[in-house]
């Protein structure tokens, strides 16, 4: 059954969509069945894997919708054991028409539950919201990855988002856990990224991934192209971090499934 993880911060520009592609192309690449559940209205994850969110294909609004079955939304894609449920932009009215709707909270998990056997995990793309969208993720999923920028303010808004994490379990999803706090965007040439990074590990100790992903003219380009940057550029520096933070994220999970974490 699929680990399930939400890539969630209320804070836009942090390398949420970045690291949900990257971080699915390196897990697939390392052998693991992957699912990108692109949940984000502006649908950029859909786009940086290559696939149009304006056309009329279903999406997985229609899904959330119960108009069509999760499954018939997935779509493969070129690199293998990769595959994507797109957003289309119509998904941005999807928190108003979810209102009254029973269990509205709960509709992803409901709909995401048969084709969790298919794969090894499954990255929830969210949107830079605590809107009910990312409710609905948190509720679907084990556990949730933070991006944090390696810029000033970055700790701003962590605190509002823990407090959601904490009712989401006491309310809704009680297995829910963070799964780790990912650095994104790191300059070595300014002495503010290091200090961010001192910063980040002295609030969250073991909870942050050794891995920092730095901010490349490659990993940038890359989604224009619709492509993961182990396509566009397997020898990247972003290629290696986000090889080097799947590998942290697979002996976490094993080193948790064997009882030592």
Known sequence: MARVYAIANQKGGVGKTTTAINLGAALAEQGCRVLVVDFDPQANATSGLGRNPHQEAPSIYEALLDQVPLEAVIVPLALPRLALAPAALRLAGAEVELVGLLAREQRLRRILRPVLGAYDYVLIDCPPSLGLLTV????????????????????????????TIDLIRDNLNPSLRIVGLVLTMFDARTNLAQQVVDEVRRHFGALVFETVIPRTVRLSEAPSFGQPILQYDAHSRGAQAYRSLAGELLARDRGREGGTA
């Open 136 to 163: 609905n993720a948190l509720t679907a999923a084990d556990g949730i990855l933070i991006p944090v920028q390696c810029e000033y303010l970055a700790l701003e808004g962590l605190g509002q988002l823990i407090r």
